[in-house]
């Protein structure tokens, strides 16, 4: 046994789980100087010295004894809805199987269920523009307007898509810049927050109500996530289903006649799809330049140390 090795995969392993030499004593039931001759390598640990120290961190006495601090090591696997969450030592793995078999055919499914939502945007953007023209041209331009905000609405929701969503199966730890665990609409969800080309995206994985605290639990242990990071109390669902009466209400021009009586209701109606798709293309484009005067104000930081 290579006791320079295991004394460094101890002292790595311990460190990131937060311990100190006193806390694996403690929760190894060992002696402090047993911890400190093994992470000095002063001495050749017993089977059952192994066998306790690996038992806090996780993993079998062989995965300690030829510890690499650059193999992937699985630490947790959690199931959501549709998904299993994998947390190694260095990535999160996102698979639609409990084992990580085919990370290929997991990235393809990922990337057609995408690629559905995209076509449905598509196909929609030259319909809603046609009858928008067709509006224009026959002096209708309540019709005009009205689709034509229909037909932009779906422009900036499918660039939203492209842009900041993604099909990816792997996420280096190092690349994660938040994630949070957060109700939205009729289901929790957590949302992983990452860099990927230069550009922040999110993958969010559904939760069922009893995956919410096992979920939790995982991501706080492995120091993933803070309690103010979980927010599955005192939503904004209420803001969520404003929005949606407002859009069936705009479709059925319910709203214009409760407040523009002698106006075109379909004008009024494309109006206020214009403005929240308007909001939707304000908040794709803060995302977008955020990053880069986050690089800045760090750059600055720097210079002025």
């Given at each position: 046994m290579e006791k320079e090795k295991l004394s460094q995969g101890v002292k790595e392993l311990r460190k990131r789980k937060g311990l100190s030499q006193e806390d694996l004593a403690k929760q190894s039931g060992l002696s402090?100087?047993?911890?400190?001759?093994?992470e000095n390598g002063e001495s050749e640990p017993t089977g059952e010295t192994l066998k306790r120290i690996s038992f806090v961190f996780n993993i079998t006495p062989y995965e300690l004894i030829y510890?690499?601090?650059?193999?992937e090591t699985l630490r947790k696997t959690v199931k959501t809805r549709y998904e299993y969450l994998h947390i190694y030592n260095n990535k999160l793995l996102l698979t639609k199987t409990k084992e990580a078999s085919d990370l290929v055919e997991d990235?393809?499914?990922?990337?057609?269920?995408?690629?559905k939502t995209l076509m449905v945007f598509f196909i929609g953007i030259p319909i809603f523009t046609t009858l928008a023209f067709i509006g224009y041209n026959?002096?209708?331009?309540?019709?005009a307007i009205y689709a034509g905000a229909f037909a932009f609405t779906f422009l900036v929701v499918a660039f939203n898509t492209i842009l900041f969503t993604t099909g990816t199966s792997i996420i280096k730890k190092e690349d994660i810049t938040q994630i949070?665990?957060?109700?939205?609409?009729?289901h929790n969800v957590v949302l992983i927050s990452h860099k990927d080309s230069g550009r922040l995206k999110v993958r969010s994985l559904v939760l069922e109500a009893n995956q919410v605290d096992i979920m939790?639990?995982?991501?706080?242990?492995?120091?993933l996530i803070e309690e103010?990071?979980?927010?599955?109390?005192?939503?904004?669902?209420h803001i969520y289903l404003f929005f949606i009466i407002v859009f069936l209400m705009s479709g059925s021009g319910q709203f214009s006649k409760l407040f523009f009586n002698e106006v075109d209701p379909m004008m009024i109606n494309g109006f206020i799809m214009l403005f929240i798709s308007v909001l939707l293309?304000?908040?794709m484009i803060f995302k977008l330049i955020n990053p880069f005067f986050k690089k800045q104000q760090t750059a600055n930081n720097v210079y002025s140390k």
């Open positions: 402090l100087r047993t911890v400190q001759r093994v510890w690499d601090s650059d193999k990235y393809g499914k990922s990337v057609n269920n995408i690629f026959i002096g209708n331009f309540g019709l949070r665990i957060q109700n939205k609409l009729f939790k639990n995982a991501l706080v242990s492995e120091k103010k990071d979980i927010k599955i109390k005192g939503n904004k669902n293309l304000l908040n």
